[in-house]
C-alpha cells in the first residue's frame, strides 16, 4: 500500500518519543496548576503573577538582540509596568473598597487598563529610553505592545476564575467569607474549566490528529508542522467536548454561568465553536512572533518543550478574546 491510500501517517521512533514526551509535560503542568486553579483566591492570584513574571523574563529574551545585555534598571522598569495594575487592584480591592483581604474577586469584575495607566507606561518607557543606553527605542515600543499584551490576557484570566464567584456574591449579597466551600471550590472553577477544555483540547487534538492523519499543510511559512486535518480534528473535538460539558452543567441546573443556562444553549453552542477557533489564531500569532525574531522557543524551563509562553501561548490570547466575549452577552 502506498503512502497515497494510507489512512494515517507512519510514527517514526522520534514522534512517538515527543508524543510521550508532551503527554508527560502536560500531565505534570495540569498536575501543577490545578490545585491553583481549583482553590482560587490569592493561590490562583499568585499562580498568575509567577506566570506572568516568567513570561516577560522570556519576551525579555526574545526581543533583546544578541550579544547585548540589558542593565539592570530596564529589567526593573519592564516588571514595575507589568505589575502595577494587579498592585493597584490589590490595593483597590483592600484599602479603598474595604473588602477584607481574601476579598479578591472583585477587583476582576471587568478589564480596563485605564488611561492613567497607558499615560504612566508610555512616560516609563520615554524616560528608559532616554536615560538608559542599553534599552532602544525599538525595545520600548516591542515592550510596551507585549507588557499591554500580558496585562489584558492574565486579567482576563483572573476575571474568568473569579467571575463566577463574584457573581454568586453579588446574587446573595454576602461576603466573600460566607460563600459555602461547594460554591467556592467547586461551582466557581467551572467557567474556568469550560475555557481551559475549549482551549487545550483543541491543540491537544490537533496535534494528535495531525501526528497520525495530517497531509495537507495549513501554514508552512509560519507553522510548518500545522495541518488542515489537525486544525479540523481539534476544532470539532474541542467544540464536542466543551459543549457537552457546558450543556451537562445545565441540564442539572448547574450552569457555568447564569447566563449560559438551557435556556441559552445557543450560547453556549457559540462560545464552544469560537474558542478553538479563536485558540488557533493565538498559536498562529506566537509562532509568527518567533519566526520574527528567527528563535525556536521561547524559554527553556520546559527543556525540550521550550518555555511557558510556548504552551501558554493559546490560553493567554484566547482568554482575552473569551472574557470579551462573556461580557459582551452580559451587556445585552
Given at each position: 500500500m502506498?503512502?497515497?491510500?494510507?489512512?494515517?501517517?507512519?510514527?517514526?521512533?522520534?514522534?512517538?518519543?515527543?508524543?510521550?514526551?508532551r503527554i508527560v509535560v502536560g500531565l505534570v503542568l495540569v498536575l501543577v496548576l490545578f490545585p491553583l486553579i481549583f482553590i482560587g483566591d490569592y493561590l490562583f492570584f499568585a499562580g498568575?503573577?509567577?506566570?506572568?513574571?516568567?513570561?516577560?523574563?522570556?519576551?525579555?529574551?526574545?526581543?533583546?538582540?544578541?550579544?547585548?545585555?540589558?542593565?539592570?534598571?530596564?529589567?526593573?522598569?519592564?516588571?514595575?509596568?507589568?505589575?502595577?495594575?494587579?498592585?493597584?487592584i490589590f490595593i483597590e480591592s483592600n484599602l479603598i473598597e474595604g473588602y477584607p483581604w481574601y476579598d479578591l474577586v472583585h477587583g476582576f469584575n471587568f478589564i480596563n487598563l485605564g488611561i492613567y495607566y497607558l499615560g504612566f507606561l508610555i512616560l516609563s518607557y520615554t524616560l528608559l529610553v532616554l536615560f538608559d543606553k542599553t534599552f532602544k527605542i525599538n525595545d520600548a515600543i516591542s515592550m510596551f505592545f507585549f507588557n499591554i499584551?500580558?496585562?489584558l490576557s492574565f486579567s482576563s484570566l483572573c476575571y474568568l476564575r473569579y467571575l463566577p464567584l463574584s457573581e454568586s456574591i453579588n446574587n446573595l449579597n454576602?461576603?466573600?467569607?460566607?460563600?459555602?466551600?461547594?460554591?467556592?471550590?467547586?461551582?466557581?472553577?467551572?467557567?474556568?474549566f469550560y475555557f481551559a477544555m475549549g482551549i487545550c483540547f483543541s491543540d491537544i487534538f490537533a496535534y494528535f490528529f495531525g501526528?497520525?492523519?495530517?497531509?495537507?499543510?495549513?501554514?508552512?511559512?509560519?507553522?510548518?508542522?500545522?495541518?488542515?486535518?489537525?486544525?479540523?480534528?481539534?476544532?470539532?473535538?474541542?467544540?464536542?467536548?466543551?459543549?457537552?460539558?457546558?450543556?451537562?452543567?445545565?441540564?442539572?441546573?448547574?450552569?457555568?454561568?447564569?447566563?449560559?443556562?438551557?435556556?441559552?444553549?445557543?450560547?453556549?453552542?457559540?462560545?464552544?465553536?469560537?474558542?478553538?477557533?479563536?485558540?488557533?489564531?493565538g498559536d498562529l500569532l506566537f509562532s509568527l512572533i518567533k519566526r520574527h525574531y528567527e528563535i525556536k522557543d521561547f524559554g527553556t524551563i520546559l527543556k525540550s518543550h521550550g518555555g511557558i509562553l510556548d504552551r501558554l501561548d493559546s490560553i493567554t490570547f484566547s482568554g482575552i478574546i473569551v472574557s470579551m466575549l462573556i461580557h459582551i452577552i452580559y451587556l445585552f
Open positions: 502506498n503512502d497515497s491510500t494510507k489512512h494515517h501517517n507512519e510514527l517514526s521512533f522520534q514522534a512517538k518519543k515527543t508524543m510521550i514526551s498568575i503573577l509567577v506566570l506572568m513574571g516568567i513570561g516577560e523574563f522570556e519576551i525579555i529574551n526574545t526581543i533583546k538582540p544578541k550579544n547585548h545585555k540589558y542593565s539592570l534598571i530596564s529589567y526593573i522598569v519592564n516588571y514595575l509596568v507589568l505589575y502595577l495594575p494587579f498592585i493597584l499584551f500580558f496585562i454576602i461576603y466573600d467569607s460566607s460563600i459555602s466551600l461547594k460554591t467556592r471550590f467547586l461551582d466557581s472553577t467551572t467557567l474556568f501526528v497520525l492523519f495530517g497531509k495537507h499543510k495549513m501554514c508552512p511559512n509560519i507553522s510548518p508542522k500545522k495541518t488542515w486535518e489537525g486544525f479540523i480534528g481539534g476544532v470539532l473535538s474541542s467544540f464536542i467536548l466543551s459543549s457537552a460539558f457546558a450543556l451537562i452543567l445545565a441540564y442539572f441546573d448547574k450552569p457555568i454561568l447564569t447566563m449560559l443556562d438551557l435556556n441559552h444553549w445557543y450560547l453556549i453552542l457559540i462560545i464552544s465553536a469560537l474558542m478553538p477557533l479563536i485558540a488557533v489564531i
